[in-house]
Structures are given as structure tokens and as C-alpha cells.
């Protein structure tokens, strides 16, 4: 088996959450050690954002935060390459080839598609194309996994039926990609109990403040039927043990504020040395465009040489 290449991404379209945490980037963090040969890849898919985000400004500010994010969670930019999806224009280029050899009605079966098709959106061509920048974000680097929320799977599986469609069409170009979900934490609930989504408005951010994390988890939306309260609950289990948490809820049946607060100690208490560490990083700016000015050199080396196999495959070069 050759060498194991793990890439993802996080759309800066607001400041991330713990669902994001927990279903994606603390993977990312936790490869450096359980994966120390493998090349990892980490993105700021920008480009992706620009669906939502369309707002100079706000673009430039959110994608410096999550830069700031990866490095405050720990990533370490010697272990694994930060970049911008922007800084690497081979994506673009090669999700204009995957266009031309997939159909709209493959692409009309992606569940973020119907969602939006089901609220009656008016959904933009890049909405729509989505799946295929995102293909070719993860194809370009040989990646063999793709650390994802549940959320994503479909997309990684777009991207492995895009690559088996080239590699058919062209020959063997691509090298097909296997999500990893964290199968236990799948989706974290937002405070309303749906999934914690930026665009639900019902997060919990992952630097948030000790006044923020209070905020949101007195608004966690409970059922006063029932003596455990399932969405605190089913949110707690990221920072308790199952037996801790069964100890802690039977002996508080129906306690919800006394749940609450023990849900504030126990995200302050893991927020806030994440929360230290981004106040020291942000001291130094300079710092955070060095990494991914570093990260695009080391980025658009990978993704050109596999784009000129990509032009050679299709008679372009
Ligand atoms: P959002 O849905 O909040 O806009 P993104 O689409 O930017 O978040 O997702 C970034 C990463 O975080 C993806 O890998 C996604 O699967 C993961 N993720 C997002 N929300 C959740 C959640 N509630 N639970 C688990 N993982 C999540
Ligand atoms: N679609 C992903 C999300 O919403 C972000 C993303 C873009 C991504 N390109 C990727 C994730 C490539 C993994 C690999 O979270």
C-alpha cells in the first residue's frame, strides 16, 4: 500500500463550533500523532465559502480566523500543510474538466442540493457545482482519506464515483478516496437539537467565551416532560464518560439548571486553554500568513504535477 495521504477542509463562512471540533478538526489535530507518516492536508476552502460569504471583508476576516483556529487547536504547520483553497488555482481548473464528463442529474441527487431545492432556494451554478470543486479538491493530492463529519460522506463518495468516471474515460489518473467518520461523535446537536450547524444559528462556538458558552447552553431547547434532559445530555457526552454522565443525570433527574451549569464547568473547562492559546497566536499576524504562504508553495507543488498528468490524460498538453 503506498503512502497514506489524509486531506480536509472547513469552509470559513463563520466562526467554527464544536460540532466542527468534534466531527472533523480534532481528527485533524490527532493524526499528528497517530499518523506520523502521512502526509496531511488541510484547507480553508474559500472558494467553497464564496457561496455564502460574498462580503470582502467578512471573507478576508473568517478565513483568518480559521487559520487561527487550526493553529490554535495545534495543528502544526511542519506536521501537515495549511493552505488556501484560492492560493491553489489547479482546484478551479480541474473541477472545469470534471464538469464536462459528469451530468446534471447525478449532481441534482446530492442531499445539499435537494435541501436547498426543498426550501425553494434560489441556488447558485457554484451551489450546485459544489461537489465537484470539492472533488477536485481532495483528487489532486492522491489523497487515500478524507476526515469528515457524516454530513460529508455523499461528497467524498461523489468525489471516488468522479475519479472512477475519469479514470475510466481518460485511464488510470485518480486515486479513489475513503471517508473516515468518527462513527461516535457522527453529528453533534446544536442547541435546538438539530444538527449544530453556522447556518442554524444554534452553536456553540469553539473559542467561545465563558459569557458565550453560558448564553448558549441556557438556551438549550429542553423537553420538560422528561426528567433527563436529552438535548444537554446528548451534548455533554462530548466532555463525559458514558458512566459519568449516567452517574451525574440519575442523580439530578428533572435538575435541568444544575445539568446546565455542569455543562457550563465542563465546556469552560476544555474551552478555555484553546481559548489562551488563540489570544497568544493572534498577538502575531504575521505568523498566520507565513503558514499559509508556506502551505501554498508546498500545495501548488503537489496539485500542478497532478494537474499536468491531468492535461497530458486529456489531450490538452
Ligand atoms: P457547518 O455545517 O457548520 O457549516 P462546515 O460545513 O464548514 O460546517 O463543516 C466543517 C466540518 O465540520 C465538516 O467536516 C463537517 O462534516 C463537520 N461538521 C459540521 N457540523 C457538524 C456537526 N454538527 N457534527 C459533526 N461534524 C460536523
Ligand atoms: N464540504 C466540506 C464542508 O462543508 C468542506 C470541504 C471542501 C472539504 N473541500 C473539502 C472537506 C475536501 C474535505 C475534503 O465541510
Same mark, same amino acid.
Request: hydrophobic share 40%.
Given at each position: 500500500?503506498?503512502?497514506?495521504?489524509?486531506?480536509s477542509?472547513?469552509?470559513?463562512?463563520a466562526?467554527?463550533?464544536?460540532?466542527?471540533?468534534?466531527g472533523?478538526?480534532?481528527?485533524?489535530?490527532?493524526?499528528?500523532?497517530?499518523?506520523?507518516?502521512?502526509e496531511?492536508?488541510?484547507m480553508?476552502?474559500?472558494?467553497h465559502?464564496?457561496n455564502?460569504?460574498?462580503?470582502?471583508?467578512?471573507? &478576508?476576516?473568517f478565513?483568518y480566523?480559521?487559520?487561527? %483556529?487550526?493553529?490554535?487547536?495545534?495543528?502544526d #504547520?511542519?506536521h501537515?500543510t495549511?493552505?488556501?483553497q484560492?492560493d491553489?488555482?489547479?482546484?478551479?481548473?480541474l473541477?472545469?474538466i470534471?464538469d464536462?464528463?459528469?451530468?446534471m442529474?447525478?449532481?441534482?441527487?446530492?442531499?445539499?442540493f435537494?435541501?436547498?431545492?426543498a426550501?425553494?432556494?434560489?441556488?447558485?451554478?457554484?451551489?450546485f457545482?459544489?461537489p465537484?470543486?470539492?472533488?477536485?479538491?481532495?483528487?489532486?493530492?492522491?489523497?487515500?482519506?478524507?476526515?469528515?463529519g457524516q454530513d460529508?460522506?455523499?461528497?467524498?463518495?461523489?468525489?471516488?464515483d468522479?475519479?472512477?468516471?475519469?479514470?475510466?474515460?481518460?485511464?488510470?489518473?485518480?486515486?479513489? #478516496?475513503?471517508?473516515?467518520i468518527m462513527?461516535? =461523535?457522527?453529528t453533534v #446537536?446544536?442547541? %435546538?437539537g438539530? &444538527?449544530?450547524?453556522?447556518?442554524?444559528?444554534?452553536t456553540?462556538?469553539?473559542?467561545?467565551?465563558r459569557?458565550e458558552?453560558? &448564553?448558549?447552553?441556557?438556551?438549550i431547547?429542553? %423537553?420538560s416532560?422528561?426528567?433527563?434532559?436529552?438535548?444537554?445530555?446528548?451534548i455533554?457526552a462530548?466532555?463525559?464518560?458514558e458512566?459519568?454522565?449516567t452517574?451525574?443525570?440519575?442523580?439530578? &433527574?428533572?435538575?435541568?439548571?444544575?445539568l446546565?451549569?455542569?455543562?457550563?464547568?465542563?465546556?469552560?473547562?476544555?474551552?478555555? #486553554?484553546?481559548?489562551?492559546?488563540r489570544?497568544?497566536?493572534?498577538? %502575531?499576524p504575521?505568523? =498566520?500568513?507565513q503558514v499559509?504562504?508556506?502551505?501554498?508553495?508546498?500545495?501548488?507543488?503537489?496539485a500542478?504535477?497532478k494537474?499536468?498528468? =491531468?492535461?497530458?490524460?486529456?489531450?490538452v498538453?
Amino acid at each position: 500500500m503506498s503512502k497514506k495521504i489524509i486531506l480536509s477542509g472547513v469552509q470559513p463562512t463563520a466562526r467554527p463550533h464544536i460540532g466542527n471540533y468534534f466531527g472533523a478538526m480534532k481528527q485533524f489535530v490527532n493524526f499528528q500523532t497517530t499518523q506520523p507518516d502521512a502526509e496531511k492536508f488541510f484547507m480553508i476552502v474559500d472558494y467553497h465559502a464564496l457561496n455564502t460569504v460574498q462580503d470582502a471583508a467578512q471573507m &478576508k476576516q473568517f478565513t483568518y480566523d480559521l487559520a487561527l %483556529d487550526y493553529l490554535a487547536i495545534g495543528l502544526d #504547520p511542519e506536521h501537515s500543510t495549511l493552505f488556501k483553497q484560492s492560493d491553489v488555482s489547479a482546484h478551479t481548473e480541474l473541477a472545469w474538466i470534471f464538469d464536462t464528463i459528469i451530468t446534471m442529474p447525478y449532481l441534482m441527487r446530492a442531499h445539499a442540493f435537494k435541501d436547498a431545492e426543498a426550501k425553494n432556494k434560489e441556488i447558485s451554478v457554484g451551489t450546485f457545482n459544489y461537489p465537484v470543486l470539492m472533488a477536485a479538491d481532495i483528487l489532486l493530492y492522491g489523497t487515500t482519506t478524507v476526515p469528515v463529519g457524516q454530513d460529508q460522506k455523499q461528497h467524498v463518495e461523489y468525489s471516488r464515483d468522479i475519479a472512477q468516471k475519469f479514470n475510466s474515460i481518460f485511464g488510470e489518473t485518480f486515486h479513489l #478516496p475513503e471517508p473516515m467518520i468518527m462513527e461516535h =461523535v457522527g453529528t453533534v #446537536p446544536g442547541i %435546538d437539537g438539530r &444538527k449544530m450547524s453556522k447556518s442554524y444559528n444554534n452553536t456553540i462556538p469553539l473559542f467561545a467565551t465563558r459569557e458565550e458558552i453560558t &448564553k448558549a447552553v441556557m438556551g438549550i431547547v429542553t %423537553d420538560s416532560g422528561s426528567d433527563i434532559p436529552t438535548n444537554v445530555r446528548a451534548i455533554h457526552a462530548l466532555f463525559k464518560s458514558e458512566t459519568e454522565l449516567t452517574a451525574l443525570y440519575d442523580a439530578n &433527574k428533572g435538575k435541568y439548571k444544575i445539568l446546565k451549569e455542569a455543562l457550563i464547568e465542563d465546556i469552560d473547562a476544555f474551552i478555555k #486553554p484553546l481559548r489562551e492559546r488563540r489570544a497568544e497566536l493572534a498577538q %502575531d499576524p504575521d505568523r =498566520v500568513a507565513q503558514v499559509l504562504k508556506q502551505g501554498a508553495v508546498r500545495a501548488n507543488e503537489r496539485a500542478q504535477a497532478k494537474l499536468i498528468e =491531468v492535461k497530458k490524460a486529456i489531450g490538452v498538453l
